[in-house]
């Protein structure tokens, strides 16, 4: 039986840019023998817009900055848009198509991958791609994640928490607060972020002053954490209840690069060794922490785990994890399924099938 994949990009996030990457390669790969692809695009104002692609709905945003494939997202398959049908409940989807089968949603960062559409997936019951509403909302809150990992004996960074109010009612005070419990340098980032946005390596006052308005304007909380000289390396997790820890990868940080920022992600992708240059042993430590994180946190589909390897001490940290991370075909976690045997359009007919496994089971 023909699917039909309601494939969801862009959205409210920081992150709606690398939606939109994520989004047209998964247009271009998904089998188009076995689905139909019926392409949502979200707005950077939340609007939902049907019969667009990921590169029209990009030049609709005039905010936006230009993806650099854009030749490849113009090739995307528009299907025609079946009348729209009366609906109980009017709702963003049911303008689309009288039935999406499974939606595969695209969007990174906030309203994406923190539960909320899964939420509202859930309501209609429509199978959808990813982890359900708890696992995501949990893993997009750093804080939340290391309480749980830390609970779960699996080793995070030092880290504290603080809040955008008190930053703004007594800034000298938060900063002093921070200036006792971490040395320079640390790092700076919002609770719920993601693609290092608003994320900072910082190595003074000022610069920790700057850092901490910085992730505050994207979110309500943000972490401060001790700075790991490290390695960084990655591993994939596809599967509900059988699960698969793919090989690990490496990204290596350029030297001219501070860390592991938006321009190393993006504009200049940093190298990928996969498998990661590392002894069998850690290898296997970093898969078996990936799996027990997998089901602490309460996740299913599929999830990317952010280790730090310490360079001295050799020491693993899970940093944190991603429950739909970004996903064109040159990124890490289609890189490392396809180390591990699973090839991208095949990757994207499994995550298919465990929507509906997954959905299924829920009943
Ligand atoms: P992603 O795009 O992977 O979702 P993110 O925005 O959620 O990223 P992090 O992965 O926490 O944010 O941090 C981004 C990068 O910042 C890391 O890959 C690393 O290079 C650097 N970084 C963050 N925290 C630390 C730390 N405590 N010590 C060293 N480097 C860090
Ligand atoms: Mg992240
Ligand atoms: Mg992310
Ligand atoms: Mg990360």
Redesign the pocket.
Known sequence: KRLSIGILFGGRSS?HE?SLASAASVLKHLKQDRFDLVPIGITQTGQWVTQTTPYELQHRDCESQALNQPEQLQHTTIVDMAPHYASVMPHPLSSVTPKIDVIFPLL??TYGEDGKLQGLLEMLGIPYVGCGVLGGAISMD?EKTKQILQATGLPV?D?KSYRRAELERNPERILDAIEDHFDYP??V??AN???????S?VRSREELRQAAFLAASYDQKILV??????R?VECAVLGNEDLLASVVGE?L?RDECD???YH??YIEPSTKVIPAEIPDDLALEVQQQSIKAFRALELSSLA?F?F?LEKETKNI?L??V?TL??FTEDCMYPKLCEASGLAYPDLLERLIELAVESYEDRQ
Do not use: L, Q
């Open positions: 992150e690398a990174h960062g750093k960074v880290y640390c790092f980032k919002p972020g993601g693609s290092s946005i608003g994320v390596k954490e001790k700075a790991i000289n490290c960084e990204v940080i860390f592991y920022d190393a992600k990317r952010d730090f940290y940093n944190e991603n991370p970004s």
